[in-house]
T-cell receptor, first 111, second 114 residues
Framework: DVKVTQSSRYLVKRTGEKVFLECVQDMDHENMFWYRQDPGLGLRLIYFSYDVKMKEKGDIPEGYSVSREKKERFSLILESASTNQTSMYLC??????????FGPGTRLTVT | GNSVTQMEGPVTLSEEAFLTINCTYTATGYPSLFWYVQYPGEGLQLLLKATKADDKGSNKGFEATYRKETTSFHLEKGSVQVSDSAVYFCALTDRTGGSYIPTFGRGTSLIVHP
């Protein structure tokens, strides 16, 4: 069975803190994605990676960075968290068959 | 560029009613089409997919047909249950250009009352 795990389901951080969101997959998929989900805006792509150490900007990369040192792990980093980064963050992977497999999400609140 | 347009919700139905959620798309190439479902507090999961024109995807009583002539992929279910209450996302992946970046609609919330 396909499994994508995210390090936390709920996270509360203070403005200015550095935040790490971790995503781990056990499916050997090349492609991994980070989205944020906000009411009325649907899913917006932050970054994606198609191989180890490779990354590409999505639609809203500002304020975020990513790291992929190993194939199974894709990390999203908020260098200095701000209140407008309060959101649900979803990690996804994708094999060659084009459908995506999502993790359960991390609901981040920045106060 | 690519885009997906879904009907706005929420869609509110009584149990055993017929469901249609409309989805239309624009794509520069020849996309694969998907419906994902998100239950409360969870991530998205694939509900069904279709990879070429006239294909019908089906799962758990839901179905959708890839209509190239109308660029549509409407989701239907003959008799909804309370447990179908969720947010439904239509999506496409365009195979041209090699990047295969998915494009999602904004989601349609479905509420089913007993």
């Amino acid at each position: 069975d396909v499994k994508v795990t995210q390090s936390s389901r709920y996270l509360v951080k203070r403005t200015g803190e550095k935040v790490f969101l971790e995503c781990v997959q056990d499916m050997d998929h090349e492609n991994m994605f980070w989205y944020r989900q906000d009411p009325g805006l649907g899913l917006r792509l932050i970054y994606f990676s198609y191989d180890v150490k490779m990354k590409e900007k999505g639609d809203i990369p500002e304020g975020y960075s990513v790291s992929r040192e190993k194939k199974e792990r894709f990390s999203l980093i908020l260098e200095s968290a701000s209140t407008n980064q309060t959101s649900m963050y979803l990690c996804a992977t994708r094999p060659d068959s084009y459908e995506q497999y999502f993790g359960p999400g991390t609901r981040l609140t920045v106060t | 560029g690519n885009s997906v347009t879904q009907m706005e919700g929420p869609v509110t139905l009584s149990e055993e009613a017929f469901l249609t959620i409309n989805c239309t798309y624009t794509a520069t190439g020849y996309p694969s089409l998907f419906w994902y479902v998100q239950y409360p507090g969870e991530g998205l999961q694939l509900l069904l997919k279709a990879t070429k024109a006239d294909d019908k995807g089906s799962n758990k009583g839901f179905e959708a047909t890839y209509r190239k002539e109308t660029t549509s992929f409407h989701l239907e279910k003959g008799s909804v249950q309370v447990s179908d209450s969720a947010v439904y996302f239509c999506a496409l992946t365009d195979r041209t250009g090699g990047s295969y970046i998915p494009t999602f609609g904004r989601g349609t919330s479905l509420i089913v009352h007993p």
